[in-house]
Nanobody, 124 residues
Framework: QVQLVESGGGIVQPGGSLKLSCVVSADTISDYVIGWFRQAPGKEREFVAGIHRSGTIMYYGPFVKGRFTITRNNAEKAVYLQMNTLKPEDTAVYYC?????????????????WGQGIQVTVSL
């Protein structure tokens, strides 16, 4: 397991943007696939985005619809989630997660390391 720490959350108005960061404590993160998940009150945790360990292939949940972009910088040991055109329904606690592999799973149970989560609130 590795440790992950998210940052960059906060409160933003509808239509605004936020960029989440996830710093991974590992000797090298290139062995890991990273996923972003979110969980709103009373709802199940859902897959937001995932990135291939090479950083060349990205996957997104169906609700993203081109609004979010996941990237990774293995040299900085970090993964980012740029979120644009935010909507009130994007309000949730966002988590980054890691597991050894090639392609990122979209099922949360397949990840074995998780960050503590960070709140994103989209509201007027």
């Amino acid at each position: 397991q590795v440790q992950l720490v998210e940052s960059g959350g906060g409160i933003v108005q509808p239509g605004g943007s936020l960029k989440l960061s996830c710093v991974v404590s590992a000797d090298t993160i290139s062995d890991y696939v990273i996923g972003w998940f979110r969980q709103a009150p009373g709802k199940e945790r859902e897959f937001v985005a995932g990135i291939h360990r090479s950083g060349t292939i990205m996957y997104y949940g169906p609700f993203v619809k081109g609004r979010f972009t996941i990237t990774r910088n293995n040299a900085e040991k970090a993964v980012y989630l740029q979120m644009n055109t935010l909507k009130p329904e994007d309000t949730a606690v966002y988590y980054c997660a890691a597991t050894i592999g090639i392609e990122p799973p979209s099922v949360s149970s397949e990840y074995d390391s998780w960050g503590q989560g960070i709140q994103v609130t989209v509201s007027l």
